[in-house]
C-alpha cells in the first residue's frame, strides 16, 4: 500500500521551541523549519539538553512555541481544537506518572479517547481497533495483565500500541529505547520501522543510540548548539554533523563504519 | 443489595428497636403498633439514613476524583483545604462570636453552623480555584492546598487558645461529625448539592480516565487540563463541601473507600469505580453510622471515631494480605 507521491504531514516554519519564564523567553533550538514525510522513520538525536524533549513537547501541542508555526497535513496546529488534534499527533513518553493498576487493555484502550463520546464507552468497531493495535505490537499476549506485571520492555510495547490505537498519522517518541538492552532496542527500532513502512505513518523519536538508528531510519534531525540539522543518514555522514556532534575531547566518529569511537 | 440491607437496619437499630414490618408499614403510609415509632422513623432515623447514604457515596466520590486528579494515593476530598475552611468558618462562629460581642443565642441554631461552614470552605476554595487558574502545575495546586489547611487549623488554634471552656466543647463537638439531626429541609439542600457534584463528575469520566496516563498525555488525547481540572474541583467542592457543610468534617471514608474499591474491583476504568466507589461510600458511612449510634443503648459517639476505627484496620488488612498498594 505505497503512497505514489509522498505528502508532507508533518511541517515547521521558522518555529523556536524553549522556556517562557516570567515574561522573558529562553530559547533553546530556533528557526527549525523541517518536512516530515508520510512512511518515513526519524531520528532525533541531539546530547543531553539539546532541546530534543522541549521540540516533541511542542510538536505535540504539550507546551507552546516561543514562536513560528507547525502544521499538520497543512493545517495550522492552532486552528485545530484539542480532538481534532489528538486525531493527527499522538505520543509515547517516558517518566510519566501513568496509573500501573491499569490493565494493558485498558491502557490501550484509552488511545481511542478522541473517537468516542463522553461516557468512554467502546463499542466493537473500537474494540477491534484496540486489538489490531495490540496484535501489531505483539501485546496481545499479555493483555490482561496488570501494567505493574510488565517489564520495562514489554511496557514500552504497550505505551507504543497505545499511540498506535490512536490512529494518528503522526507519532511522536521521546527516548522509546531508553532503559531497554539490546535485544528490545532492536525489537522496538524493528517495530517503529515496520509501523512506518506498512501503516504509511510519520514517526519521529529521539534517542541516543545513534549508532543504532543510522542504517534503519529514513532521515534525521540533529539539534546542536540551538540550531536543528537534517537529511538522511548519508548525506549527514558526508556533511560530517557527527564529527562535531560531541564535544571533541572524548569522542570521535568514523564515517567508513559510521560509528563513535572513544578517544584513548 | 448491600446498601439496601444496611439502609433497612439504620432504620430498625437505634436506642430502641422497631421491628421491619412496623418500618414497612410506616414507610408505605400506614401507621406502626406505637404511635412514637411514626414520629422516630419518619423525622429523626429516615433523614440519618438518607444523609449518611449520601454523605458516604458523595465523601468517597470526591476523595476519588482528588485521588486521579493528583494521581497520588494520599489525596482525599480534603486536600484542597475544604473542610479547613470549614472549621474555620465554624471556628469564627463559636469562638470568636463572644470576643466580638456578639450574642451566641440569636445564631446559634444548626443552620447558622451550615452557613458558617460553607462561607468558610467556599472562600478557602475560592482561593484554591484562583490559584488553579494560575499554576501549570497539578502538584503545586496539591501544596497550595495543604499549606491553606495549615493556615487555617493555624488560625482555629489562635482562636481555641483565646475561647471559652464550653465554646471549645461545642465547636469539638461540631467537628466530631453527625449524619443526625437533619431536618428534611437540610436533607434536600444536601441531596441537590450532590447531585450537581455527581452530575460533573460523571461528565468528567473521559477527562479522569486520561488523567491516569498524567498531565502530559492527557493533554495529547484531546483534553482541556485546566477546564476539567476545574470542573473536578467543582465537583468535589460540592460534594464533600456540603456534606462538610451539614454533617461536619467526616474522614478516612474519602480517603479510604476508593482504595478499599480498587483492591476488591480488577478495573481502574472511572466509568466502573466512580459507581462501586460511590455505592462502598454510602454502606461503609451507613454501616459506621449504625455502630455509631450503639444499637439498643442512650449513647451516640461521634461518627469520625468510628469511621477510622472500622475502617482502618479493613483497609491495613487488605494491604497486608495482598502485599501491594494497587493505585
Request: a neutral charge; glycine letters at 6%.
Amino acid at each position: 500500500m505505497q503512497d505514489p507521491q509522498k505528502h508532507i504531514s508533518l511541517s515547521t516554519h521558522n518555529l523556536t521551541v524553549g522556556y517562557a519564564q516570567k515574561g522573558t523567553k529562553i530559547p533553546i533550538v530556533s528557526n527549525i523549519s523541517l518536512d516530515l514525510q508520510a512512511g518515513a522513520l526519524i531520528g532525533l538525536i541531539g546530547i543531553n539538553g539539546s532541546g530534543k524533549s522541549t521540540l516533541l513537547r511542542t510538536l505535540a501541542s504539550i507546551q507552546e512555541p516561543l514562536s513560528g508555526t507547525i502544521s499538520i497535513q497543512e493545517t495550522i496546529i492552532k486552528e485545530l481544537t484539542p480532538n481534532e488534534r489528538a486525531k493527527q499527533v499522538s505520543v509515547v513518553l517516558t517518566n510519566q506518572a501513568i496509573s500501573k493498576n491499569l490493565s494493558v487493555t485498558e491502557l490501550v484502550s484509552l488511545g481511542r479517547q478522541p473517537y468516542i463520546n463522553w461516557l468512554d464507552a467502546l463499542d466493537t468497531t473500537n474494540l477491534e481497533i484496540v486489538q489490531d493495535a495490540m496484535t501489531a505490537t505483539s501485546c496481545a499476549a499479555y493483555q490482561n495483565k496488570k501494567c505493574y506485571e510488565l517489564s520495562d520492555g514489554q511496557l514500552q510495547r504497550v505505551l507504543i500500541a497505545r499511540a498506535l490505537a490512536q490512529d494518528t498519522p503522526i507519532i511522536l517518541l521521546d527516548e522509546p529505547l531508553s532503559h531497554l538492552d539490546l535485544h528490545h532496542k532492536a525489537a522496538i527500532l524493528k517495530l517503529l520501522k515496520r509501523i512506518a513502512q506498512e501503516q504509511q505513518k510519520t514517526i519521529l523519536f529521539s534517542t541516543h543510540d545513534i549508532e543504532l538508528v543510522l542504517p534503519l531510519c529514513d532521515n534525521l534531525l540533529v539539534l546542536k548548539e540551538g540550531h536543528c540539522t537534517t537529511g538522511s543518514p548519508q548525506e549527514l555522514i558526508a556533511q560530517k554533523a557527527f564529527d562535531t556532534l560531541f564535544p571533541s575531547e572524548h569522542i570521535s566518529f568514523d564515517a567508513e563504519t559510521a560509528r563513535f569511537s572513544i578517544d584513548k | 443489595m448491600a446498601l439496601l440491607f444496611c439502609f433497612i437496619a439504620s432504620l430498625m437499630l437505634g436506642s430502641v428497636h422497631i421491628p421491619l414490618q412496623d418500618i414497612v408499614t410506616t414507610l408505605t403510609g400506614g401507621t406502626p403498633s406505637k404511635p412514637s415509632w411514626e414520629y422516630i422513623i419518619l423525622d429523626y432515623r429516615l433523614p440519618k439514613a438518607i444523609t449518611a447514604t449520601i454523605s458516604g457515596g458523595a465523601l468517597a466520590v470526591s476523595g476519588l476524583l482528588m485521588q486521579t486528579l493528583f494521581r497520588n494515593p494520599l489525596a482525599g476530598p480534603f486536600v484542597l483545604g475544604i473542610s479547613s475552611g470549614a472549621s474555620f468558618g465554624v471556628a469564627i462562629l463559636i469562638l470568636a462570636s463572644s470576643a466580638l460581642g456578639i450574642s451566641l443565642g440569636a445564631i446559634s441554631g444548626n443552620w447558622a453552623l451550615t452557613i458558617a461552614a460553607s462561607i468558610g470552605s467556599f472562600l478557602v476554595l475560592l482561593m484554591v480555584i484562583t490559584a488553579s487558574a494560575r499554576v501549570r502545575d497539578t502538584m503545586a495546586l496539591l501544596i497550595i492546598g495543604l499549606m491553606v489547611g495549615s493556615l487555617t487549623a493555624a488560625l482555629v488554634s489562635v482562636l481555641a487558645y483565646f475561647s471559652k471552656a464550653e465554646e471549645l466543647q461545642r465547636y469539638i463537638f461540631w467537628s466530631f461529625g453527625s449524619v443526625g439531626n437533619l431536618s428534611w429541609q437540610a436533607v434536600g439542600i444536601l441531596t441537590l448539592c450532590v447531585v450537581i457534584g455527581a452530575v460533573l463528575a460523571v461528565v468528567s469520566l473521559k477527562a479522569l480516565n486520561a488523567l491516569l496516563l498524567g498531565d502530559a498525555y492527557a493533554r495529547t488525547l484531546g483534553i482541556q487540563i485546566k477546564k476539567s481540572r476545574l470542573l473536578i474541583i467543582i465537583a468535589t467542592s460540592l460534594l464533600a463541601g456540603s456534606v462538610t457543610a451539614f454533617a461536619g468534617p467526616i474522614a478516612f471514608i474519602g480517603l479510604a473507600v476508593p482504595h478499599l474499591v480498587r483492591q476488591l474491583i480488577p478495573s481502574s476504568n472511572h466509568r466502573i469505580l466512580l459507581p462501586a466507589v460511590m455505592l462502598g461510600g454510602a454502606v461503609l458511612l451507613l454501616l459506621c453510622d449504625i455502630i455509631a449510634s450503639v444499637p439498643y443503648s442512650e449513647y451516640m459517639l461521634p461518627i469520625n471515631a468510628i469511621t477510622a476505627l472500622v475502617g482502618a484496620p479493613v483497609v491495613i488488612w487488605l494491604l497486608i494480605r495482598k502485599k501491594k498498594l494497587i493505585f
